[in-house]
């Protein structure tokens, strides 16, 4: 395994839900990355922390909340989602933003009803 | 900017035959490339990569792959498929300058036939 984990593996939502993604890394690592993967299309890279900071926002609708409490830790908090946001959710952690290999997690799998 | 375009989005194999995924790349710098790869359920792995090395890598599992500058290509190979080898399979580039993203082709899914 990677040492990346992800909960829950599945989620079904309504639209009108709150619900919450959660990531943990057990690697050390200082940078940690949101990824959506829908069917047909290339991963998209939605948010990037580093060491606890986001450095980038890959112009991802408000209803997707982000927070990052520690360099272990990331959350990705849900509130009014579409239908259109049924993806699997990935997480991902590298040592830095400099480094080259990112490990990833096994993914939330997202249906939003 | 970097971008990379995966040739196939479905390849079938038969089992012990060889595997070939294509890939070309577009970088503005000398790039860095990687293939990783997902099975079901599962969250991606990194395959191999390229870091302005040897042009011929070897990753994990009896894959390899050949960076080739004239022709912008990193495609993957391997010579005898397993089974085990059925998943979806993404080249992924990323400009060496600074802390660049990666960036995701769309995927080719590998199907073993026995």
């Known amino acids: 395994e990677t040492g990346v984990t992800q909960t829950p593996r599945h989620l079904v939502m309504g639209m009108t839900n709150k619900k919450s993604l959660k990531c943990e890394q057990h690697?050390?690592?200082?940078?940690m990355y949101w990824y959506k993967q829908s069917a047909k299309k290339p991963l998209e890279l939605m948010f990037v922390y580093n060491f606890k900071e986001q450095t980038e926002n890959n112009s991802v609708p408000s209803r997707f909340s982000p927070e990052c409490p520690n360099s272990s830790h990331l959350f990705l908090h849900l509130h009014t989602l579409q239908p259109e946001d049924s993806a699997l959710y990935l997480c991902?952690?590298?040592?830095?933003?400099?480094?080259?290999?990112?490990?990833f997690g096994p993914g939330t799998r997202l249906l939003v009803l | 900017a970097q971008s990379v375009t995966q040739l196939d989005s479905h390849v079938s194999v038969s089992e012990g035959t060889p595997v070939l995924l294509r890939c070309n790349y577009s970088?503005?710098?000398?790039?860095?490339l990687f293939w990783y790869v997902q099975h079901p359920n599962k969250g991606l792995q990194l395959l191999l990569k390229y870091t302005s090395a040897a042009t011929l890598v070897k990753g994990i599992n009896g894959f390899e792959a050949e960076f080739k500058k004239s022709e912008t290509s990193f495609h993957l190979t391997k010579p005898s498929a397993h089974m085990s080898d059925a998943a979806e399979y993404f080249c992924?580039?990323?400009?060496?300058?600074?802390?660049?993203?990666?960036?995701f082709g769309k995927g080719t899914r590998l199907s073993v036939i026995a």
């Open positions: 992924v580039v990323r400009g060496n300058s600074g802390n660049t993203p990666l960036v």
């Open positions: 970088s503005s710098y000398s790039p860095s």
């Open positions: 690697l050390g690592h200082n940078a």
């Open positions: 991902a952690s590298s040592q830095d933003l400099e480094a080259e290999t990112q490990y």
